[in-house]
């Protein structure tokens, strides 16, 4: 059977630390717009998910698909997921797998997005997710910045908040000794069944801890790939952020 993958950019307006922050503008257009259009270089399939109507109305302006889906997902996963079975009956087509693309990351690189389709050509791969070398200190401080910890074979062991690994004895040298920190980059790849059971699972007790829904997964048994990419990659999380990415654009 032919893999058939469905990109879904799942965006609310309502953020805590940034409310309408898909529609803010970076040059001449608004963020959400710098989303899709990478993400369409990787996608014969691409859709918008939003429960909001000025962002579909924006979406719609420029020339994307959009769905309008359920203000009550607590999570973009949940979002994808019912954005997967109204694009399915819209559509008909039958899609086996779906890259969740963060609507907050206009720097994503269309080969990303490719190299976590790849990922999939065994078979009996469930998630996949991509990962970036720490640059700083300040980062592995940032409990903005989700880190991550990998095995030998790049499956995900845990992901926090807080520093990890931790060491011991020395102060982390960056330069040294690169590889042994990762950042998370919030894209994830599913086989649509797998994200059909993920989003019927309950909340379970590290990820209420962390604030970090992937370790719900894991708790549950689920083996997350990761997929290193050394491409620049900065996520929009405050004012703050999107200032940075004006200068970086």
């Given at each position: 059977m032919v893999?058939?993958?469905?990109?879904?950019?799942?965006a609310r307006y309502g953020s805590t630390r940034f409310p309408g922050k898909p529609l803010?503008?970076?040059g001449n257009k608004p963020m959400i717009q710098w989303v899709w259009e990478r993400a369409s270089e990787a996608?014969?399939?691409?859709?918008?998910?939003?429960?909001?109507?000025?962002?579909?109305?924006?979406?719609?302006?420029?020339?994307?698909?959009?769905?309008?889906?359920?203000?009550?997902?607590?999570?973009g996963t949940e979002r994808c997921a019912e954005a997967l079975d109204l694009f399915r009956q819209e559509s008909s087509v039958k899609f086996t797998h779906v890259v969740n693309i963060q609507g907050d990351e206009p720097l994503?690189?269309?080969?990303d997005l490719k190299a976590l389709q790849e990922k999939f050509i065994d078979p009996e791969t469930q998630i996949v997710t991509l990962i970036q070398p720490l640059r700083s200190n300040e980062e592995l401080e940032n409990p903005n910045v989700?880190?991550?910890?990998?095995?030998?074979?790049?499956?995900?062991?845990?992901?926090?908040?807080?520093?990890?690994?931790?060491?011991?004895?020395t102060a982390p040298e960056f330069n040294h000794d690169p590889a042994r920190y990762f950042r998370h980059i919030g894209l994830y790849a599913f086989r649509a069944d797998t994200l059909r059971e993920l989003v019927r699972l309950p909340p379970s007790p590290i990820e209420l801890t962390e604030s970090l829904e992937q370790l719900r997964w894991l708790e549950n048994g689920y083996v997350i790939h990761t997929r290193v990419t050394t491409e620049p990659s900065m996520g929009v999380d405050t004012p703050e952020d999107l200032e940075a990415i004006r200068k970086l654009l």
């Open positions: 893999n058939q993958f469905l990109g879904i950019i799942p803010a503008f970076l996608f014969t399939h691409l859709v918008v998910a939003t429960d909001d109507t000025r962002i579909r109305d924006t979406v719609v302006g420029f020339g994307g698909k959009v769905m309008l889906t359920s203000p009550d997902h607590s999570t994503l690189k269309p080969g989700v880190k991550v910890v990998i095995d030998l074979s790049s499956r995900a062991l845990y992901f926090s908040r807080s520093p990890i690994p931790f060491s011991r004895d």
